[in-house]
Structures are given as C-alpha cells and as structure tokens.
C-alpha cells in the first residue's frame, strides 16, 4: 500500500495569514493526488484534483503543486470558514489511501 | 444540483449485519464509478470500496474485504454495502461518494453528508 505522509498534523493560524500543508507519499504517484476539506457533521469537499488542478467553485485561494512523492497544498489569505481538517489522498494505485490530515484551528 | 444521501446506520451488535444505501440525485448516476469511504471516531479517512458504472468491476480494501458485499441499482439511483460479521472497529461514520470517472479510479468529486454505524453490544 503507498502510504501517505501529512504534516503538519494540526496547526493554528488567524484570518489572513497563509498555511501550507505537506503530503508525501511512500512511492511515486506523477499527479494523481487530490486535497480535500473536511467540516464535522459533513462529507468532504474536493478542492483540488490531480496535485494541482481547482475543483468546481473552488475559490483561488486554495492551491497545490508537486509530482511524484512530494506535495503541497496552500491556502492564501485564510478565510473564517477554511478553519477545518485537510486530508490528501493518492489514487495511482490501490488501495486509495489518505494522508492523516491536517487540522487547521484558529 | 448533485446530491448524496446516505441510510441505515445505526447500532448493532457485533456479529450481526447491516446495509447501507447512497441514493444519487441530480446526475445521471449510472454513469459514475461510486465509492464507500469510512471515518472512525477521532480518526481519518479510510477508503473501502469502489464501484464502476455499471458494477462489473469491484475493489475492497483489505480491511473489509470479505465481509462485505457491494452492489448497485442503477434503475433506483442507489448504490448499497451489506456488511457482515460486524465488529466494534467497523463503528465509524460511512460516507458514500462519487467519482468523476466511470471506473472509480479517478477523484471524489461529491460526498454524501454519512451515515453512522456503531457496533456495540
């Protein structure tokens, strides 16, 4: 199974700043990589697909690069209601696996 | 819009069985891989299962491999997970989801909102 490595695991920050979020993988995957948002009492929300590309309405403040095992995703100008968990996750081969998220608390 | 919605959680004892449902909406739902995905109490995002379009092909995760049984109803929209011999580290709330491929190999791209399975005696 490829494992997926998220850090940091938690994290805190204010309105405004910028955070960013690591996930590496135990092998290489090219880009099939996608970061997802999590909130309590609801499913996740695809933010961006294939390491680096927006999802539906996903606004431009959400980003991510990287190929191969190292990756990154990264929220500019932090918003009230990005405070949630963040989880990547590998689809080149399966299982699907995911990283261990990443809570971002205010 | 494109809608999720999961049932039949609830508690049951470990050995005995359950089935969920994920009814689709506001998409053509027989065109879409669909996947079952977990999260347990405190814990992430554990994927179980992928379903293709049209049900032929099916991958489980080690972790719930044969004691499942997957399976769709493309006439009712609805995708369902029979599990079996229950036991108390398969509590978890259970999220049906829908892939942007007609395989179920690409990325989630709607979530249904869970449905809770607690195993408890």
């Known amino acids: 199974d490829i494992q997926m490595t998220q850090s940091p695991s938690s994290l805190s920050a204010s309105v405004g700043d910028r955070v960013t979020i690591t996930c590496q993988a135990s092998?290489?995957?090219?880009?099939?990589l996608n970061w997802y948002q999590h909130k309590p009492g609801t499913g996740p929300k695809l933010l961006i697909f294939a390491g680096s590309n927006l999802g539906t309405g996903v606004p431009s403040r959400f980003s991510g690069s990287g190929s191969g095992t190292d990756f990154s995703f990264t929220i500019s100008n932090l918003q009230p209601e990005d405070f949630a968990t963040y989880y990547c996750q590998q689809y080149d081969n399966l299982p699907i696996t995911f990283g261990g998220g990443t809570r971002v608390e205010i | 819009q494109v809608k999720l919605v999961e049932s039949g959680g609830g508690v049951v004892q470990p050995g005995r069985s359950l089935r969920l449902s994920c009814v689709g909406s506001?998409?053509?739902?027989?065109?879409?891989?669909m996947h079952w995905v977990r999260q347990a109490p405190g814990k992430g995002l554990e994927w179980l299962t992928l379903i293709s379009y049209d049900g032929k092909n099916k991958e489980y995760a080690e972790s719930v491999k044969g004691r499942v049984t997957l399976s769709r109803d493309n006439s009712k929209d609805t995708l369902y997970l029979e599990m079996n011999s229950l036991r108390p580290e398969d509590t978890a709330v259970y999220f049906c989801a829908r892939d942007h491929h007609t395989s179920g190999r690409g990325y989630f791209d709607y979530w249904g909102q869970g449905t809770l399975v607690t195993v408890s005696s």
């Open positions: 506001g998409f053509t739902f027989y065109t879409y891989g």
């Open positions: 092998q290489d995957i090219t880009n099939y």
